[in-house]
């Protein structure tokens, strides 16, 4: 039997054109700040871009995008309207909890995504942006059985992040997810070590498919402003066109 919720789902996202969902196997290796530049990039672009933050321990969009709490989602007939901050619409639990913590149980959280999925009314995007908490969360988990999107993964260049990393890649094979591209952030700014990479990732992904983002000095100021900082653009290009 199709519950009510999950038909509004589908039905919610009737409009939107495309679906990229940034995750990883770990956690503070940039999967936030890479939602946040793509948005940005695709804004500038020219693009009808939406931001869903389904780190529902963790959520940090509305606080890397500068989001003034004055301006609140706004409840109208059927739903939610998400905020729109820097020319980018955000939807957060953020928005509604502020800054109480949110310690919620499994069961829990799959319930309020999929409140989140089938109240926001997002009207028509040409690309939506989910920023997911670390590894198989219970937020991924629910979220693939609702919404068919591309994956996009990012790790450290670090054995221990491509690792962990490796495994993520693998469990979303399982699925037949599609995923679009392997980011490699450079966040520590080292030289990064193609051996790691490659045999990390070698049976699980072409290795075509990686690319790097530098370290971005001072990258918080630019995202605060709502400014795509000029040294990620070639990749996020990259990403674009995957
Ligand atoms: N390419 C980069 N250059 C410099 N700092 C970065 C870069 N990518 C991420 N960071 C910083 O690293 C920290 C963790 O990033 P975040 O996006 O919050 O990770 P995650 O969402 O995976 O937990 C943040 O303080 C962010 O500003
Ligand atoms: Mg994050």
Request: glycine fraction near 8%; aromatic fraction near 6%.
């Amino acid at each position: 039997m199709i519950e009510f919720k999950d038909y509004m789902i589908s039905d919610r996202l009737g409009n939107v054109c495309k679906v990229l969902i940034v995750g990883s196997g770990k956690g503070g290796v940039g999967k936030s700040t890479l939602t946040v530049i793509l948005g940005l990039r695709l804004r500038d672009i020219g693009m009808k871009v939406g931001i869903l933050d389904i780190d529902l321990h963790g959520a940090s969009i509305p606080f890397i995008l500068g989001w003034n709490t004055n301006t609140t989602v706004k409840a109208v007939r059927g739903g939610f309207k998400p905020v729109e901050v820097h020319g980018i619409k955000i939807m957060s639990l953020r928005m509604f909890v502020g800054d109480r913590p949110t310690p919620l149980r499994g069961e829990r959280k799959s319930e309020v995504l999929k409140y989140m999925l089938s109240l926001t009314i997002w009207d028509s995007l040409d690309y939506l942006l989910v920023d997911l908490p670390p590894g198989m969360s219970d937020e991924l988990l629910t979220l693939v059985k609702y919404v068919k999107g591309e994956h996009v993964v990012i790790t450290l260049p670090t054995k221990t992040s491509v690792d962990v990393t490796t495994r993520y890649v693998k469990f979303l094979k399982s699925l037949n997810s599609n995923i679009l591209a392997v980011i490699v952030n450079n966040l520590m700014n080292v030289a990064i070590s193609d051996e790691v990479l490659i045999k990390g990732f070698q049976e699980d992904m072409p290795t075509s498919n990686y690319l790097v983002i530098p370290y971005i000095h001072d990258v918080e100021e630019y995202l605060l402003k709502g400014v795509t900082p000029k040294k990620a653009v070639d990749v996020i290009d990259k990403i674009i066109r995957a």
